[in-house]
T-cell receptor, first 113, second 110 residues
Framework: EAGVAQSPRYKIIEKRQSVAFWCNPI?????LYWYQQILGQGPKLLIQ????????DSQLPKDRFSAERLKGVDSTLKIQPAKLEDSAVYLC???????????FGEGSWLTVV | RKEVEQDPGPFNVPEGATVAFNCTYS??????FFWYRQDCRKEPKLLMSVYSSGNEDGRFTAQLNRASQYISLLIRDSKLSDSATYLC???????????FGGGTRLMVKP
């Protein structure tokens, strides 16, 4: 079974530029998550989708971050404009439903210089 | 009190030792909890999922202490390959938003 796919794997941008990450969850998984993991810390949830609806985005910095899952399958996370403190790994994950086991993609490593 | 707290370690133990990690949490409405393992520069991977008060899988035992609001992971007969960061996901709120702890780093030495 194919896992969670993410791209790009690595991205280096200058501050104030924009970046977008793409995620394709495991087939049939209704719930999709975007996490931010800063080096040395645990993953922090940014946004959770159930199909194409947002369940929780309380920790998403909405002045610069946006995410969508228009058709309830794949999703994009955008940062505009980027700040130095956005340097992190952006992990996409999916699960069959809320409260079920979460499976992670390999992550998109972002460095803002 | 933080929502989820873990001792960051590192825990340095010799091969064959038994080691235990705790993870305290501040609120919960459900009983299921999870432990994930994360290798350096890799994504977290599920180690154990528990839908009751505890579970045992080979050398690994996970327990829930609801009264004291913590979950634990016990590793017996540590192997070099157990060296990793262990992330807890304590009971959440009706399946919404699973919150990860900061992780506990384990180093098993020969």
């Amino acid at each position: 079974e194919a896992g969670v796919a993410q791209s790009p794997r690595y991205k280096i941008i200058e501050k104030r530029q924009s970046v977008a990450f793409w995620c394709n969850p495991i087939s049939g998984h209704a719930t999709l998550y975007w996490y931010q993991q800063i080096l040395g810390q645990g993953p922090k949830l940014l946004i959770q989708f159930q199909n194409n609806g947002v369940v929780d985005d309380s920790q998403l910095p909405k002045d610069r971050f946006s995410a969508e899952r228009l058709k309830g399958v794949d999703s994009t996370l955008k940062i505009q404009p980027a700040k130095l403190e956005d340097s992190a790994v952006y992990l996409c994950a999916s699960s069959q439903g809320r409260g079920n086991t979460i499976y992670f993609g390999e992550g998109s490593w972002l460095t803002v210089v | 009190r933080k929502e989820v707290e873990q001792d960051p370690g590192p825990f340095n133990v010799p091969e064959g030792a038994t080691v235990a990690f705790n993870c305290t949490y501040s609120n919960s409405a459900s009983q299921s909890f999870f432990w994930y393992r994360q290798d350096c520069r890799k994504e977290p991977k599920l180690l154990m999922s528990v839908y009751s008060s505890g579970n045992e899988d080979g050398r690994f035992t996970a327990q829930l202490n609801r009264a004291s609001q913590y979950i634990s992971l016990l590793i017996r007969d540590s192997k070099l390959s157990d060296s990793a960061t262990y992330l807890c996901v304590p009971p959440g709120n009706a399946g919404n938003m699973l919150t990860f702890g900061g992780g506990t780093r384990l180093m098993v030495k020969p």
